[in-house]
């Protein structure tokens, strides 16, 4: 299984803005990060916010490039640009998830 994104398969569109990060699935993404971390294949079948999890664990213990690639970059550059903003992360997303189920997005 490739870190790489396949634009052909939703479940593997790297995630780029803080919507994209709120509409993930929390509980599926520390799974990702875990297995990712311990060296663990990433199988097809997996969701899109596993993947994500998998990448960043994958990454943050050196089994995949440690700089990340420009998807982790412009991820990062549009949520905490300069560093700024990554302390009320957590309110953010939760401000996005609010409005994703005012819209009927999320549950």
């Not at 479940?11 to 509409?23: F, G, I, Q, S, Y």
């Not at 599926?28 to 899109?48: H, I, V």
């Not at 999890?53 to 994958?58: D, E, F, M």
Request: net charge negative.
């Amino acid at each position: 299984m490739t870190t790489e994104p396949d634009f052909k398969n939703p479940n593997r569109e790297p995630v780029t803005t803080l919507m994209d990060l709120a509409r993930l699935n929390d509980d599926e993404m520390a799974d990702g990060y875990r297995d990712g971390s311990e060296g663990l294949p990433c199988g097809d079948n997996r969701s899109r916010s596993y993947w994500h999890g998998w990448r960043n664990g994958a990454r943050d213990h050196g089994h995949r490039d440690r700089d990340g690639d420009m998807w982790d970059a412009l991820l990062v550059g549009g949520i905490a640009p300069g560093g700024r903003g990554v302390a009320d992360l957590p309110a953010r997303i939760e401000q996005c998830r609010k409005l994703l189920r005012e819209m009927g997005e999320l549950a």
